[in-house]
């Protein structure tokens, strides 16, 4: 038999940013795979409905309202979980300004939120992950959600590249050094996909059509792309998938 299968059942999945996009898809493309799921989000009422649905795959979900950049909340949450094998992680977010005009309070939000945040999540859940005894045999994942725009620049992005920049390397640097502990890092990084963000970004008709322009498919991307790359990831199929990234691009980087 040479086909592994996108099988995680008796794993334990924390997904940030869960309650919207691309985190809820992958949330529930975890479920679908058969893990257990930890979720976090600003916002309950996303929450609720995101838990109902990972339910009717028959997984357990945990459920915390948490603001990530909150350092002592997200450590609280995740000393608190018994066992963590697979790490999504995805919140972050974007405020396109033009270099010059780049506000520093936005510039620290969003280093605050897509670096400092990301690194800290990882930190704590690897932390986690080596303390579980026969981690070395059964192994563990952690995806780090990275964009088209860790590998390339954009307009009006500098300092969004700065972060996806950075989050690629900081997956090679946690791959080499949790490699011994067999748990797996990458990154999947997705062109623009339909999610509430792009959404308001896409109001403006000329910026869409150049965003579709950009893209040799000549689509953009849908959440269910993304989750799916995450699965193979999570999952047993990508065992010697590591230091690595998956662009969900369509074709935006090959030129």
């Not at 974007?94 to 605050?112: A, G, L, S």
């Not at 997705?190 to 910026?207: H, S, Y």
Request: aromatic fraction near 6%; hydrophobic fraction near 40%.
């Amino acid at each position: 038999m040479y086909l592994k299968k996108i099988n995680l059942k008796n794993k334990i999945a924390l997904v940030t940013g869960a309650g919207k996009g691309i985190g809820k898809a992958c949330a529930i493309a975890l479920a679908e795979a058969g893990a257990d799921l930890i979720i976090i989000s600003r916002t309950k009422r996303d929450l609720d409905k995101v838990s109902k649905t990972i339910k009717k795959f028959k997984s357990k979900c945990n459920a915390y309202v948490c603001d990530v950049t909150n350092y002592h909340q997200v450590k609280e949450i995740i000393n608190k979980q018994k066992r963590i094998d697979i790490l999504v992680n995805n919140a972050g977010s974007n405020i396109p300004e033009h270099f010059t005009k780049v506000q520093r309070k936005d510039m620290e939000h969003i280093v605050r939120l897509n670096t400092i945040s990301t690194f800290n999540i990882a930190q704590l859940c690897a932390i986690k992950m080596t303390k579980i005894k026969n981690r070395k045999k059964i192994g563990a994942s952690i995806i780090n959600m990275s964009s088209q725009l860790g590998h390339v620049g954009a307009p009006i992005r500098s300092v969004y590249n700065m972060t996806k920049f950075g989050l690629e390397g900081l997956t090679k640097g946690m791959a080499i050094d949790l490699a011994k502990n067999n748990i797996r890092v990458n990154t999947v990084c997705p062109t623009f996909v339909e999610t509430p963000m792009v959404k308001k970004f896409f109001k403006n008709k000329k910026f869409k059509k150049q965003v579709i322009n950009n893209i040799p498919l000549g689509r953009i991307a849908d959440a269910s792309d993304v989750a799916t790359a995450v699965a193979f990831l999570a999952s047993d199929a990508s065992s010697m998938i590591t230091g690595s990234s998956i662009l969900v691009d369509g074709g935006w980087t090959a030129k």
